[in-house]
């Protein structure tokens, strides 16, 4: 059934006003971009500080201490997971590409005879792992438009336990790297234990045996590298995961404008096509009026 002028029109008004909702969402998200953009450029030093710190302690300490935290586990029976993604959707892929980063990651373990724990970081991850039946141990919410450090270290010291009591052998994590509000990459990284964290990982493949013996010629430790490693490691945790956190904020805001602006041009374009059909519309029914009032004045004459 073809639709008359007036239910075009109808449909025309409510393409604007969703136009209107995007376009709003798109200058909200990057507003909220660039302050989180400003949170990251203020973090990375510190982060990076911390980080470079904690893998030279690592080196000057030579083998790392017996301590809960920094035992490694002989065999990896159990591997905690933690996604982190958004509270809200509206993102694009934003959210659903870290749960399948996160799930392929547990099948993967899981053929290796290992069990995956999952720990989510926003709702949206939470749900989409409820609804794939693998329940997360424990969930973190509320707080993905603006994480605070506290976040950051309530799900450091959750995970640090978990890794303390047994519950896993290796901790994980999954985030949305910012590279632009239009470019967003999934990183992994490993967190726990320390000889396979990604701090040490990266490092030892860009630099050489040579320049690790030069760390430990130019630096003095006061006291021992293994009591401040003992300190640094829980700091390195926690920083990692704020990290995390706040590049997945400013990658959600950026997938956020983006899918906004993409959905305001296809509103656009929608608005023009629906104008099109109504002008045609319109010109049907001024042909018809035409012919008939041709039609009766044949009949009249």
Do not use: C, W
Not at 216 to 238: F, M
């Amino acid at each position: 059934m073809a639709l008359t002028q007036r239910d075009v029109r109808n449909r025309i008004s409510s393409v604007k006003n969703i136009q209107k909702i995007t376009r709003a969402m798109e200058m909200v998200a990057a507003a909220r971009l660039r302050r989180a953009e400003q949170r990251i450029e203020s973090l990375r030093p510190y982060a990076d500080a911390i980080r470079r710190m904690t893998r030279q302690a690592a080196e000057a300490a030579g083998s790392v201490p017996r301590l809960p935290i920094l035992v490694e586990r002989e065999q990896v029976s159990s591997v905690g997971l933690l996604l982190v993604a958004g509270d809200r959707g509206l993102a694009g892929a934003f959210n659903s590409n870290i749960v399948r980063a996160g799930v392929a990651a547990g099948r993967e373990h899981e053929s290796g005879g290992g069990t995956p724990v999952y720990f989510a970081s926003g709702r949206r991850p939470a749900s989409s792992l409820t609804f794939r039946g693998l329940d997360p141990a424990e969930s973190f919410t509320g707080f993905t438009d603006r994480p605070a450090y506290a976040d950051a270290r309530r799900i450091a010291d959750r995970l640090i336990a978990a890794y303390v009591d047994g519950e896993v052998d290796q901790v994980e994590i999954f985030y949305n790297g910012y590279i632009s509000p239009i470019s967003q990459v999934v990183r992994r990284e490993t967190l726990l234990p320390l000889q396979r964290a990604t701090v040490l990982a990266s490092e030892s493949d860009q630099q050489g045996s040579g320049e690790r013996s030069e760390h430990r010629a130019l630096v003095e430790y006061e006291p021992e590298p293994e009591e401040i490693l003992k300190r640094l490691v829980p700091d390195y945790v926690e920083i990692s995961i704020y990290r995390a956190l706040l590049e997945s904020t400013a990658s959600e805001h950026g997938a956020r404008m983006t899918s906004m602006r993409n959905a305001s041009e296809n509103a656009g374009a929608l608005i023009e096509d629906l104008t099109l059909e109504m002008n045609r519309a319109r010109q049907a029914e001024i042909t018809q009026e035409i012919m008939e009032v041709v039609a009766g004045a044949e009949g009249l004459g």
